[in-house]
């Protein structure tokens, strides 16, 4: 394959323009809550009509919240949408990124943030549970990706994918056992590279992002079960505390923006300084 020939942008946009999303759409697999969903309405606060998808019958509290708050605020002309998809199941997942993208001829951004975790020892984990673990953390994404990429070549709206990763895919957490899930984020850290390869023909960029720990309901979980983790975990950072899924919001924006239009097969590290030590 003949790669196109490199041009820098003809028009350059203010720097508060380069982060609006007006008339674009987008869709983030795991938005039902967490860091997906709050990753979501900052996109719908730029502009941006973004369709959740996650595997929850119906959308919950959080979302719902979410969703009101963005058709209230008058300066935002984004909007929220709700949708039950499983990414484990490819062909629904398929056939509804077809749908979204065929309603408004055209699909702008992906955001593959579903994922699950589960806390045990390796030599108890059973083929089951590495199975769903892999099915979700890295199929999901992979195919969710592909999804995407699939619209943007049909509508011919070029555009830009992020991967979710974690910091858990380059180290090994004190007090995290839970290999599976850090093996599944490694992963997803190089499948976003031979992506962004694959499709930067396409002008498709494929960027992923790694967070240090937030305090999302799955890590909260983590928390209830084993309470010493929280203070553990906040004192390997740097600044000795963990995250709020709204402090990625910016992350977000940036890389699903022309904020960063020269960036691709890259992998933006938010930690708190947690793997710098």
């Known amino acids: 394959m003949q790669l196109p020939t490199a041009t820098r942008p003809t028009t350059f946009k203010k720097t508060r323009d380069l982060f609006r999303l007006d008339g674009k759409v987008y869709v983030v697999t795991g938005g039902g809550r967490g860091l997906g969903l709050t990753m979501a309405e900052a996109l719908a606060e730029a502009g941006g009509t973004v369709h959740c998808l996650d595997c929850r019958p119906e959308a919950g509290p959080d979302f719902l919240e979410a969703q009101a708050r963005a058709a209230a605020d008058t300066e935002c002309v984004g909007s929220l949408h709700y949708s039950q998809v499983d990414v484990r199941d490819v062909p629904q997942m398929e056939a509804t990124f077809a749908t979204i993208a065929a309603q408004n001829s055209r699909l702008d951004g992906l955001i593959a943030a579903a ?46 994918i992020m991967l979710v990763a ?56 983590n928390f209830d079960d084993e309470p010493h983790l929280e203070a553990l975990w906040a004192r390997e950072n740097m600044m000795g505390r963990l995250s709020s899924p709204e402090e990625f919001k910016g992350a977000a924006l940036f890389l699903l923006s022309d904020a960063s239009t020269f960036m691709t097969g890259s992998e933006l590290v938010i930690d708190g300084g947690h793997t710098a030590w």
Request: charged share 15%; proline share 5%.
């Open 115 to 160: 994922g699950i975790q589960r806390v045990q020892p390796a030599i108890d984990y059973s083929q089951e549970h590495m199975r769903e673990m892999m099915d979700v953390n890295y199929g999901g994404v992979m195919f969710a990706a592909a999804a995407a990429a699939r619209q943007m070549i049909a509508h011919k709206t070029p555009g830009n």
């Open 166 to 221: 974690s910091m858990s895919g380059k180290i090994a957490n004190k007090g995290l056992i839970s290999s599976v899930y850090n093996s599944s984020k490694a992963a997803v850290i190089q499948l976003g590279k031979n992506l962004a390869m694959e499709w930067a023909p396409h002008g498709i960029r494929v960027n992923s992002l790694s967070p240090g720990h937030i305090v999302t309901p799955m890590v909260q979980q």
